[in-house]
């Protein structure tokens, strides 16, 4: 089965332009997560959904990352306009469904990521 | 701030079994613990969770303390696939929420 999918895997774009990075999470995966990582702030959680549906924003830098997920298949996470301070690998990873406080939390598969290069 | 304290990097030799410890003193009762590792320039991988039970599967061996304050990840014969950075999660009382922090860079040397 295929694993979490994320495009482009590379990305080299010019301060100021608008980034779109794009995720595909497993089938039948109803959770999906957004991640940043840096050498400074390791890996750091942005937003995720459930269901569709943004749950917690709260790792969401400043307004210029907007995240979306229109169906239960495809997700986007958006930087406009971008900062040399942006650069970053963004991971995708989803998960079955939302955990509980009853149980186990859910567990969660990564995707390749994207790597982000302002300049 | 961490939650979790893992030491920064280990040595193994190729064969042998590594022992990673992660210190998880905030965790509380109804938290699991989650071990996941990141091979170079790859996206995490899960390796296995416990809540207060020694756990083995086909990865690895967890052993958690009886306190939950502390656990220990290992990888009974490492080999050199197995050189990765490992993180030991918590979910800081949000259940959906993984903590990573700066994980352990095992090194498994031939």
């Known amino acids: 089965d295929a694993g979490v999918i994320q495009s482009p895997r590379h990305e080299v774009t010019e301060m100021g332009q608008e980034v779109t990075l794009r995720c595909k999470p497993i089938s039948g995966h109803n959770s999906l997560f957004w991640y940043r990582q840096t050498m400074m702030r390791g890996l750091e959680l942005l937003i995720y959904f459930n269901n569709n549906v943004p749950i917690d924003d709260s790792g969401m830098p400043e307004d210029r990352f907007s995240a979306k997920m229109p169906n239960a298949s495809f997700s986007t996470l958006k930087i406009q306009p971008s900062e040399p301070r942006d650069s970053a690998v963004y991971f995708c990873a989803s998960s079955l469904g939302a955990g509980t406080q009853e149980g186990p939390q859910e567990t969660q598969y990564f995707g390749p990521g994207t790597r982000l290069l302002v300049l | 701030d961490a939650k979790t304290t893992q030491p920064p990097s280990m040595d193994c030799a190729e064969g042998r079994a590594a022992n990673l410890p992660c210190n998880h003193s905030?965790?509380?009762?109804?938290?699991?613990v989650y071990w996941y590792r990141q091979i170079h320039s790859q996206g995490p991988q899960y390796i296995i969770h416990g809540l207060k039970n020694n756990e083995t599967n086909e990865m690895a061996s967890l052993i958690i303390t009886e306190d939950r304050k502390s656990s220990t990840l290992i990888l009974p014969h490492a080999t050199l696939r197995d050189t990765a950075v490992y993180y030991c999660?918590?979910?800081?009382?949000?259940?959906?929420?993984?903590?990573f922090g700066s994980g352990t860079k095992l090194n498994v040397k031939p």
């Open positions: 905030t965790i509380s009762g109804n938290e699991y």
């Open positions: 999660t918590d979910t800081m009382n949000n259940f959906n929420k993984f903590y």
